[in-house]
């Protein structure tokens, strides 16, 4: 389609002082649903609010066929939910795990929680997921486990991480917090590896306010998952056995509940975001400079678009810096970030290389993350790389034509916002 160039585009950008491209809200976030309300009467009413509730139960059924896995592990949140995987894969003290340094906190902090050495695998600049080729350079004789998160909800190629799994007996849990729904070659997320661990926050395509899941085809792994989030019980223990370690990771029934409602309704909404998603990638053909990550890979049979992924190549917007471009972006009014830095920056993971039992360890095996560079993702977050948000997505086809207007106005304008900010 082609991009009206209606009077916005003709005035001033915003953050040179014209009105905005948007004024209106986007689809809103999470939405309260009669069925969830329903739902947590019924709870509230049967007075099991808690564990043992038969409604954490039926999520956890529920959620289980859902992902097309045999048993689901319903917990606090995604990053405890990788933690608990963690434990029950029996993975320990300075193991090291392969990631992508393109993610959220909460796929590192487990694996620090746990003493473990993070080991980062640099991206692709196509996709933003940890690229496979780069994988097996990074194992060595203490690597355990791998973490591919599917980033935005796209599926990282899983044939490649089984392949390299086998191959060096790691043990594979996927990082699925922002995929609910999304399959590889037919297969949902969460059902490929050894585990999957998903995240129901705020912001998620499913969300309870705050929770999380672990999913796996394995009774053994599942009876580790119950342990590692009820207090080290085991399913046919004693109430007062705490046979393994494990703490109260638990998800209440009201989040139970308002979950539940939700499973059937999210094939329906990634099939609207895939919808939108496509139609933002067919108008940006017309915006030079603003490359959309494919929204239809090889072997992605679904992506669940929990964020759209763009690169920005300032050398179409008269060498306007990323973060200037969208500076001028948010003042039109566009809902539209810069996204994650590389998760080896972040001082949490500097701080936790000091601490007395790791920073032997670390030094022995030449890792530091002060100076660590992976090219590709350096670039990524500090340049190119740009996202929206899936709730964006549910609003009408207007909303990504206004996106697509904005990108267009701000272009126009790239020298005198350039001047701007000189
Ligand atoms: C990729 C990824 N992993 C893990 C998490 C952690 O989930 P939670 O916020 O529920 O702890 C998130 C949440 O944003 C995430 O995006």
Not at 172 to 189: M, P, S
Not at 362 to 388: A, N, Q, T
Not at 399 to 405: G, I, R, T
Request: hydrophobic share 40%; glycine share 10%.
């Amino acid at each position: 389609m082609s991009i009206s160039t209606s009077s916005a585009i003709e005035q001033q950008p915003a953050i040179l002082g014209g009105p905005k491209v948007r004024t209106e809200p986007y689809a809103e976030w999470p939405v309260a649903q009669p069925y969830m309300m329903d739902k947590i009467k019924e709870v509230m009413d049967s007075g099991e609010w808690g564990v043992g509730s038969p409604y954490i139960e039926e999520f956890e059924k529920a959620f289980a066929q859902f992902i097309g896995v045999e048993y689901c592990g319903s917990c606090v949140n995604g990053t405890e939910a990788i933690t608990v995987a963690l434990r029950a894969a029996g993975i320990q003290q300075g193991d090291e795990i392969l990631t992508s340094p393109y993610t959220f906190i909460g796929t590192i902090t487990p694996i620090m929680g746990m003493g473990c050495v993070p080991r980062f695998v640099d991206i692709h600049e196509d996709t933003f997921l940890m690229d496979p080729d780069k994988i097996e350079a990074e194992i060595n004789e203490h690597t355990k486990a791998i973490i591919p998160v599917h980033i935005a909800g796209c599926p990282v190629n899983m044939d490649r991480i089984l392949e390299i799994a086998k191959k060096h007996n790691l043990v594979v849990l996927e990082d699925c917090a922002q995929a609910h729904g999304a399959e590889w070659k037919g297969k949902r997320v969460g059902s490929i590896g050894d585990l999957g661990t998903f995240s129901f926050q705020t912001s998620k395509n499913m969300s309870s306010g705050e929770g999380g899941a672990v999913t796996t085809n394995s009774l053994e792994l599942s009876r580790g998952v119950f342990a590692a989030k009820n207090c080290g019980r085991v399913p046919d223990g004693v109430w007062y056995g705490h046979e393994l370690y494990g703490t109260n990771l638990r998800l209440s029934a009201i989040q139970a509940a308002i979950l539940i409602g939700q499973i059937c309704f999210v094939d329906e909404q990634n099939a609207k975001r895939h919808e939108n998603a496509t139609y933002l990638e067919s108008m940006l053909s017309e915006v030079d400079g603003i490359q959309p990550i494919a929204v239809n890979p090889e072997g992605v049979t679904k992506h669940a678009h929990h964020l759209v992924l763009f690169r920005y190549d300032s050398s179409k917007f008269e060498g306007l810096h990323r973060n200037h471009f969208l500076e001028a972006c948010q003042a039109e009014g566009l809902d539209i970030d810069e996204g994650y830095v590389p998760i080896y920056s972040q001082g949490c993971v500097h701080r936790y290389s000091e601490w007395p039992f790791i920073k032997p360890l670390l030094e022995k095996r030449g890792i530091d993350f002060k100076s660590m560079h992976f090219p590709v993702v350096e670039r990524i977050c500090g340049e190119e790389g740009m996202w929206i948000h899936q709730s964006l997505l549910l609003g009408p086809k207007a909303d990504m034509e206004s996106l697509v207007e904005g990108f267009l106005k701000v272009q126009k304008h790239a020298g005198e916002v350039k001047k701007k900010f000189d």
